[in-house]
């Protein structure tokens, strides 16, 4: 199971399918909502809290712009759930780009990282993302391009 999902900070797990379908192992974890970043993989019936982000990793533009365009959504309510002390598994089928990127996504929205930070931290802990290249790299740049622009400043002003 080691090679099958990471835990990327305390209680964010990083999976693929494997993972995701692996009740005992979901349920060893205490996972209690996951986010599936497929068009087409299933839920396990046994978690309750269920998300998809429907992307495929194929390289067309219009799923690079689909990444994108989801991107604030996927990760207001990812930070919804994680706020709420949930375990959360966020999946693909192989763990390496479409998910590894809605948690850099986090990662940028949570802990101030910028995008190149985001790949090397996440790399550090699960080797096989965002390899040989990062695929949704011009989705997780406007992410951070946008959190940058658009929402820091309001987080950050004096009350």
């Known amino acids: 199971m080691t090679d099958d999902a ?14 995701a379908s692996n009740n005992r ?8 909502v996951v986010f599936n970043c497929t068009k087409d993989l299933p839920f396990s019936p046994n978690i309750k809290k269920q998300y998809r982000l429907p992307v495929d990793d194929n390289l067309k533009p219009e ?3 689909n990444m994108t365009l989801w991107s604030h959504e996927a990760v207001y309510k990812l930070l ?31 802990k101030g990282m910028t995008w190149q930070q985001v790949i090397n931290y996440v790399q550090s802990i699960r080797p096989i993302a965002f390899r ?3 695929n949704f ?17 309001h987080i950050s002003e004096p009350i």
């Open 6 to 19: 990471h835990e990327i900070i305390p209680g964010l797990w990083l999976g693929n399918k494997v993972a």
């Open 132 to 134: 040989d290249q990062p």
């Open 137 to 153: 790299k011009d989705s997780l740049i406007a992410f951070y391009q946008s959190y940058q622009r658009e929402i820091l400043p």
């Open 80 to 110: 919804t759930e994680y706020n709420k002390n949930q375990k959360i598994l966020v999946h693909c089928a192989a763990g390496m780009q479409r998910s590894a990127t809605l948690v850099g996504m986090f990662l940028i929205a949570t």
């Open 25 to 32: 192992w979901l349920n060893e974890q205490g996972i209690t």
């Open 63 to 65: 799923e690079i712009r």
